[in-house]
């Protein structure tokens, strides 16, 4: 399975589109692979983005987007809004996108939301807001049905989970949680307990169930896959243990800022929801997990080996990892086999205002280093460092302090000992994509 990010401005949209290793022949009518699900994050294409009132703060790109329609690109399964701000939620490209189409549709944070809906371009039951992510709420992550890729396969899964930081006013600081899980064209073992999935349009690759409806026959079936451990990462010793459970409303308790990579995992066929991950550092970690699972009866029938998922982190203004982000790894990452972080999408570069302004804009390096290493994250790529033509009251007195990726991939090597290169930093320029596979 792979991931291929593209950067479509200078600033912080891109075009996430995660496909399954086996998706063969490309879809005639839309244009991608059965199994495929796109995301659109924050599209900002041109013309200036003004806050409040130009006087306040006008903003214009000073590199031109890689397209100047985003009719230009394939539709995609989800257009995904951080922020209420106009950089991130900008209505002339928002205004763009067919509002006729039953496969696209908008989930933004609340506040966002709002003013998409207020817009009156959308369908209103295609502008979604979502939830806050809670460790004790299994329905605060949205969740996607991917159906098989062959009547004997498995499905897959995608999921976003929305974690802002408490009492930040501004509401700049926060994180979008992806991950995705392909379907096969060959069957997994065990088969969970039913999942109730999102209540989205249907097309032909991804498919969502109605979790509002009263009658269970409704819901799709989960992915007939167990939850397996990551994959056993470097070498690093740590003095501090974690211990959290596969289930979603178990309680987390944490002295650590950072999950440890000592991980043991053993999951069980008949009972998915007892099964634990603990995370212990008193030790360095140098085997992989196991995994046990029960057999089919029918000699016929072959089963896949289960899949790894492949997990996104989106965060341009920053998100503190401890104590905001340890919830959503423990209780999501962990159990749904996420870890190592595929991509950490996070700034570089460092932005003050006065405290009467706001105080910290951008998190960049310092707070970046924090989640790509408690993370373990496989590449960490800039976001939201464009060097844009900025006016008015909210930037006379902002203060930056500029990363190069020298001093970004020096940062990571410290914080990793000698041993962060595993952690793959790199710019993306406009128009420019990479594919990290697994």
């Known amino acids: 399975m792979s991931l291929n990010i593209k950067h479509l401005n200078g600033d912080t949209t891109f075009l996430l589109t995660f496909s399954p290793a086996e998706s ?13 699900f796109s995301v659109l994050i924050d599209p900002w294409l041109s013309g200036p983005s003004s806050m409040w009132h130009p006087k306040f703060l006008l903003s214009k790109h000073t590199v031109p987007s890689c397209i100047s329609n985003l009719s230009h690109i394939p539709e995609p399964n989800v ?24 496969l696209t549709n908008v989930l933004a944070v609340p506040g966002a939301a709002k003013k998409i809906r207020g817009m009156k371009h959308f369908n209103p039951t295609h502008v979604h807001a979502l ?42 600081h926060s994180a979008l949680g992806i991950t995705y899980r392909p379907p ?98 008193s030790h360095t970690h140098t085997h992989s997990p196991s995994y046990s699972s029960t057999t089919s009866s029918n000699p016929n029938h072959h089963f896949a080996r289960p899949a790894k998922t ?29 870890l190592p972080l595929t991509a950490l999408i996070h700034g570089f570069d460092r932005v003050e205002n006065p405290w009467y302004m706001g105080g910290n804009v951008n998190a960049g390096l310092p707070g ?13 790529i800039g976001a939201h460092d464009e060097e ?30 000698g041993g962060g290169g595993g952690c793959e930093v790199r710019v993306l320029d406009v128009g420019e994509e990479m594919v990290l596979r697994s």
Not at 201 to 214: A, E, G, I, M
């Open 24 to 36: 063969r022949p490309l879809s005639i009518r839309y244009g991608r692979p059965p199994g495929t």
């Open 131 to 172: 939830p806050i992510f809670s460790s004790k709420d299994r329905e605060s992550v949205i969740r996607f049905y991917i159906p098989p890729l062959s009547p004997a396969g498995a499905p897959g899964e995608a999921t976003i989970a929305f974690i802002p930081a408490k009492l930040d006013l501004s509401g700049l």
């Open 79 to 102: 257009v995904l809004i951080s922020q209420d701000k106009p950089d991130h939620c900008h209505e002339p490209t928002l205004r763009q996108l067919d509002p006729s189409s039953n």
């Open 388 to 417: 844009k033509e900025n006016s008015g009251l909210a930037v006379l007195k902002l203060r930056m302090r500029k990363f190069g990726i020298g001093e970004v991939r020096e940062m990571v090597r410290r914080e990793w000992r």
């Open 184 to 281: 096969t064209a060959a069957a997994a073992t065990p088969p969970p307990p039913p999942i109730r999935y999102f209540p989205l349009p249907t097309d032909h690759c991804t498919t969502y169930s109605n979790f509002n409806s009263p009658n269970p026959s409704a819901y799709q079936p989960a992915n007939n896959m167990p939850l397996t451990p990551p994959d056993s990462p470097p070498h690093h010793t740590r003095s501090r243990s974690l211990s959290t459970s596969t289930d979603p409303s178990s309680t987390v308790s944490t002295t650590s800022t950072a999950l440890s990579p000592a991980i043991s995992h053993t999951t069980s066929a008949t009972t998915p929801s007892a099964s634990t991950t603990r995370i212990s550092s």
């Open 310 to 338: 492949l997990s996104l982190i989106y965060s341009p203004h920053g998100l503190a990892y401890s104590p905001h982000l340890i919830p959503y790894a423990t209780t999501h990452l962990v159990p749904h086999a996420a």
């Open 368 to 380: 970046g280093v924090e989640i790509a290493k408690a993370l373990m994250a496989r590449c960490w």
